[in-house]
């Protein structure tokens, strides 16, 4: 079992930033990928970013290319997303996740979660 624990959320001006972190206790998290969802309203929940155990391999949504950078310490049982030029379209309660089997990049291989942050992007 892997337990998740997230947090940085908050309320942030379009344009702003914020660096949200998940931090994980039980199972070995340095042996597992993990990755950040996120659910908008009256929207399905969307897989965002992804990153693999040893932190060498990255996956993001395109809706979040270049402006949205995953990674981890391993050391500190750690995964962080640093959230850039933030929109207010990127306004979603946020999950961290954790992969039981599969590939890191397929939303299918988390089933670890955590109960979520809330990021709201004011226009």
């Known amino acids: 079992q892997v337990q998740l624990v997230e947090s940085g959320g908050g309320l942030v001006q379009a344009g702003g930033s914020l660096r949200l972190s998940c931090v994980a206790s039980g199972r070995t998290f340095s042996s597992i990928p993990m990755g950040w969802s996120r659910q908008a309203p009256g929207k399905e929940r969307e897989f965002v970013a992804a990153i693999s155990w040893g932190g060498g391999s990255t996956y993001y949504v395109d809706s979040v290319k270049g402006r949205f950078t995953i990674s981890r310490d391993n050391a500190k049982n750690t995964v962080f997303l640093q959230m850039n030029s933030l929109k207010p379209e990127d306004t979603a309660v946020y999950y961290c996740?954790?992969?039981?089997?599969?590939?890191?990049?397929?939303?299918?291989?988390?089933?670890?979660w955590g109960q979520g942050t809330q990021v709201t992007v004011s226009s």
């Open positions: 996740a954790g992969a039981t089997s599969g590939s890191y990049y397929l939303r299918g291989s988390y089933n670890y």
